[in-house]
């Protein structure tokens, strides 16, 4: 059991110019490239008449765009949040299943691992959160007026709205939290029950496992991207009188 090894926090492999770069910086950047290329191929490959994947892919995205203009209740402005939505989808997706890629865990850089699971790191998932929660609030405040969103929250036309509208406050600051959390504790516990199962029982636990966190990848993806368009809505939603 001593070749058993977790870290809650990413490990530092160096630093460029003092900001130190850690391996789930590293894999970030490689989930980045792939996704960058990927896009440029396909756009490269797209035709006028649809066959095949592109036909497939048009038809994926097409079901996309309507369910977001069906939840916010606008075309237009699904087509505004529909690639940033599907932009989270894809990197947490691809960023899930890259931990079980060859040489995830295994590529040594000094004494560490050189790459490890991207939402293992509670920076990366904070960040997404941040990305999230800002554009839930530009959203807000954009279709309701700065006075119009803030009342929602700084309501003083009576002690009972008043105290409503401060629990609806911590409530949006706590989804910062909620967001964050969520994605790091599924992925990090996904990965550490996996290498527990690899030290005790290496030929019988962690293929089923993988497959069940496979599963458990996408599912947060989608959870996050749902979320996102969900309290976007809500945001966007004014107060009932």
């Known amino acids: 059991m001593d070749h058993l090894h977790i870290a809650i926090a990413a490990e530092k492999l160096g630093a460029i110019a003092g900001v130190p770069i850690t391996n789930t910086l590293v894999t970030t950047w490689a989930v980045m490239a792939f996704l960058i290329v990927g896009s440029i191929w396909v756009g490269a490959r797209l035709s006028v ?5 592109q036909n497939f892919l048009e038809t994926l995205f097409e079901y996309v765009l309507d369910f977001i203009a069906d939840v916010l209740g606008s075309r237009k402005m699904a087509a505004a949040f529909f690639p940033l939505l599907v932009t989270i989808f894809l990197f947490i997706w691809v960023s899930n299943w890259a931990e079980f890629l060859p040489g995830i865990g295994s590529i040594r850089f000094g004494e560490h691992p050189l790459l490890r699971s991207v939402n293992t790191d509670m920076n990366v998932t904070l960040a ?7 554009v839930i609030e530009i959203a807000g405040v954009r279709a309701l007026g700065i006075g119009g ?3 929602k929250f700084f309501n003083f036309s009576s ?9 609806e406050l911590a409530s949006e600051l706590a989804r910062i939290v909620s967001f964050s959390f969520r994605l790091f504790g599924n992925i990090f516990a996904g990965e550490v029950l996996i290498a527990v199962a690899t030290a005790f029982l290496p030929l019988v636990l962690p293929v089923p496992l993988m497959a069940f966190e496979l599963f458990v990848g996408f599912i947060q993806a989608a959870v ?5 368009l969900f309290f976007i809505k809500i945001a966007m939603t004014p107060l009932a009188h």
């Not at 997404?128 to 800002?134: C, D, K, R, S, W």
């Not at 002690?159 to 629990?167: A, D, E, R, T, Y």
């Not at 996050?224 to 996102?228: K, N, P, V």
């Open 49 to 53: 008449a649809p066959r095949g994947i």
């Open 149 to 151: 969103y803030a009342g």
């Open 128 to 134: 997404l959160a941040l990305i999230a929660f800002v």
């Open 224 to 228: 996050f991207a749902l979320l996102t």
């Open 159 to 167: 002690p009972l709205n008043f105290f409503v509208g401060v629990i």
